[in-house]
């Protein structure tokens, strides 16, 4: 069977009044694209299932999940059972426009480059609750993680199919899809998209979701920097934490040789457990070092990844 050229993934939980009109814009924006839909439905209690069930056919996938496992799963699990040689990723609240597709895909083409994530230029969100606190959070993500994307919370991407299967999108991780592709050397453009207010059904976000942001940058942070050497984290703060004890207690041990008493002393008791704590973050970083490569090495993985072999 031939492989067809795009897969659009939308996850989905309750939003029976929105499936059947993104459907069939989808299908509107996508004409002249060979093209398969998958809708992961992520526990929906409505009738989201029952109608995507009923608009199912040989191009249009139903995955049913048993309970809700959340976004990032779903989206990964979308991203699994597509088949397309470019896959897309929008949400199913109709706040996205399938019509920017087309654009982004050609746009990838002509780039060459391996994802092309959405920027939306006009949010029809509430300010208070959406709009300040994603702006906040992405001017964050890009300081720390070192990845200038400027809307990290916008669904709307086209991937190449290697790409998007190499995410591994676990957690609440889908926020940073582009820090996920930078860490695997993905070339990465953003570029300006369409955005609609909600009309049908409720957000499944609120000012919660900060928290789990938060969170989930420092993942990042330390998978973007450490992830293939974790014994320079751990070790060293291991050993700047083990040299502050041992200074700290050479200058008792040398107070203990003058004959003053010291037993009891705040700082001695500091030193001792800098020592400790010290021996303890090296001892992490060890066992992380080892784990990493158990990781790698029983999997056959490969700490790089090859665009394209030329010539030879």
């Known amino acids: 069977m031939k492989k067809k050229e795009l897969s659009v993934v939308v996850p989905v939980m309750n939003e029976e009044e929105n499936v059947e009109l993104l459907l069939t814009q989808i299908t509107e924006a996508l004409v002249g694209i060979d093209h398969e839909v998958i809708f992961v439905d992520d526990g929906s209690t409505d009738e989201t299932l029952t109608t995507l069930i009923k608009n199912s056919s040989e191009t249009v996938k139903v995955v049913e999940f048993m309970k809700n496992f959340g976004q990032s799963s779903a989206m990964q699990a979308g991203i699994d059972f597509a088949e397309g040689e470019y896959i897309a990723t929008l949400d199913g609240d109709l706040q996205n426009d399938p019509s920017d597709i087309p654009s982004m895909l050609s746009l990838l083409k002509e780039k060459k480059v391996d994802l092309v994530a959405g920027e939306r230029l006009n949010r029809k969100d509430g300010a208070l609750l959406r709009k300040i606190p994603s702006n906040i959070a992405n001017a964050i993500i890009r300081r720390t993680?070192?990845?200038?994307?400027?809307?990290?919370g916008c669904t709307l991407k086209v991937f190449t199919s290697k790409t998007?299967?190499?995410l591994n999108i676990y957690g609440e991780l889908h926020r940073?899809?582009?820090?996920?592709?930078?860490?695997?050397?993905?070339r990465i453009i953003q570029v300006p998209v369409k955005h609609h207010p909600r009309i049908h059904g409720t957000s499944k976000y609120g000012i919660n979701r900060t928290i789990k942001v938060v969170s989930d940058l420092f993942l990042m942070v330390f998978l973007r920097k450490y992830m293939i050497k974790p014994m320079h984290f751990f070790g060293g703060i291991g050993m700047g934490v083990f040299?502050?004890?041992?200074?700290?207690?050479?200058y008792f041990l040398?107070?203990?040789?003058?004959?003053?008493?010291i037993?009891?002393?705040?700082?001695?008791?500091?030193?001792?457990?800098?020592?400790?704590?010290?021996?303890?973050?090296?001892?992490?970083?060890?066992?992380?070092?080892?784990?990493?490569?158990?990781?790698?090495?029983?999997?056959?993985?490969?700490?790089?990844?090859?665009?394209?072999?030329?010539?030879?």
């Open 176 to 186: 940073f899809i582009p820090v996920l592709a930078a860490l695997q050397g993905s």
């Open 145 to 152: 993680t070192g990845v200038y994307i400027k809307d990290y």
């Open 254 to 261: 040398v107070k203990k040789i003058m004959g003053e008493d």
């Open 263 to 312: 037993w009891g002393r705040p700082m001695l008791l500091l030193g001792i457990l800098l020592l400790l704590g010290g021996i303890q973050l090296i001892t992490v970083g060890i066992l992380s070092e080892l784990q990493m490569r158990t990781y790698y090495e029983s999997q056959n993985k490969k700490i790089y990844n090859v665009r394209e072999v030329h010539g030879g």
């Open 243 to 250: 040299g502050l004890g041992m200074l700290i207690n050479l």
């Open 164 to 166: 998007a299967k190499m």
